[in-house]
């Protein structure tokens, strides 16, 4: 697997993201679809490609939370943030953990970084045996390969006392992955300098997800969505 240098991107992570997402009103989405779902009452709960920890600032307000990303600085920003949940740094392909959780979630597209449909059935199933019978896996998925917007840009930015930052973002799809190229300009400490990173992506559609989750061996799949929020890009919620 190509694997993502992404230094900057973690580096300025709650920079960029913390102005446009409302991780308090995710979570409480969250709450809302485990409520809904739910067989009998969850206790646990496992985020996987975690970051730096705001869904579980409030998750663990009311659940016992592990977080687990696969960037040991994107643990280490977590754990100086939500002094109630565990952390794992491990790879959601194959991680190996002696628990099983209640609830699963995996959010804003952290799935997409596993990058090939086959590593996308190999992960639900490492998923599935972390889960507890009858438990929840929420997932918001990678932006489907169907609304791929050829020429689209984004742009971010982001000031301080001590540094300026632009980063423009665009996409590239190809038959098997879909590329984002970030861009940045930093201004510190008396000079601008120029950093890119390449983003290797999955690029599925919704039917992909669908059999990945039925392939892994998930009993139901359902498919909520709603034009913001958590909800924007969609939530697959499956069951053990
Ligand atoms: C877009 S961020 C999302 C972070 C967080 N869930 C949020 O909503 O802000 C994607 C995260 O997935 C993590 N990640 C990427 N590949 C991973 C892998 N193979 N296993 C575990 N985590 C991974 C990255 O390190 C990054 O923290």
Redesign the pocket.
């Known amino acids: 697997m190509c694997k ?1 240098d ?1 230094r900057i991107f ?1 580096k300025y ?1 709650d920079q960029i ?1 913390l102005k446009r ?1 409302d ?1 308090e009103n ?1 979570s409480q989405t969250i709450r809302q679809i485990i409520k809904q779902f739910e067989k009998k009452p969850s206790k646990t709960l496992l ?6 920890g ?2 579980l600032k409030y998750l663990s307000q009311s659940l016992k939370c592990k977080g ?4 040991e600085e ?1 643990i280490k920003k977590a754990k100086a943030k939500v002094a109630d949940a565990e952390f794992e740094t ?4 194959d ?1 190996s953990l002696d628990e099983r959780f209640d609830v699963i979630i ?5 799935i997409g ?2 990058q090939t449909f086959r590593n996308l059935v190999r992960t639900f199933k490492n998923f599935l045996n972390h889960q507890n019978n009858e438990g929840l896996t929420i997932i ?1 998925p990678w932006v489907f390969r169907k609304d791929f917007r050829k020429g689209a840009f984004s742009i971010d930015t982001y000031e301080d006392d001590e540094t300026k930052l632009v980063r423009m973002g665009t996409s590239k799809l190809t038959r098997s992955h879909w590329l984002v190229y970030f861009h940045y300009l930093i201004g510190k400490d008396e000079s601008i300098k120029y950093s890119s990173e390449v983003h290797k992506m999955l690029a599925a559609d919704y039917e992909d997800y669908i059999n990945a989750f039925s392939l892994a061996g998930y009993s139901e799949t359902e498919f909520l969505k709603e034009d913001e929020g958590a909800m924007r890009r969609g939530l697959f919620v499956a069951i053990k």
């Open positions: 993502n992404l973690y992570y993201y997402k991780y995710e985020d996987i490609g975690c970051g730096t705001e869904h687990l990303d696969i960037s994107m491990a790879n959601m392909i991680f995996c959010l804003f597209g952290s970084y596993v918001a």
